[in-house]
């Protein structure tokens, strides 16, 4: 039920990354941070390691695309 829940916010978390891509709208990968880190806390107490990993995944990018941006844009 943890890795749904997991796999569920992980995709939220890219819905909103997505768009964030776009230059000037970087700012939206704040919003991204967390909700990918709940999904890897929720991914963390399931048996199985699928939700984790992509919610590690979308994390690691929104973190890059934050980087990339100077952390604003």
């Not at 919610?55 to 929104?62: D, G, N, Y």
């Amino acid at each position: 039920m943890f890795n749904l829940l997991s796999i569920l916010l992980g995709f939220v978390a890219l819905v909103l990354a997505i768009p964030s891509t776009i230059p000037l709208l970087g700012w939206g990968n704040w919003f991204v941070l967390p909700v990918a880190l709940v999904g890897a806390g929720l991914g963390a107490l399931s048996s199985s390691n699928g939700g984790r990993n992509f919610c590690l995944i979308v994390f690691a990018l929104a973190t890059v695309r934050l980087m990339l941006g100077g952390g604003l844009i």
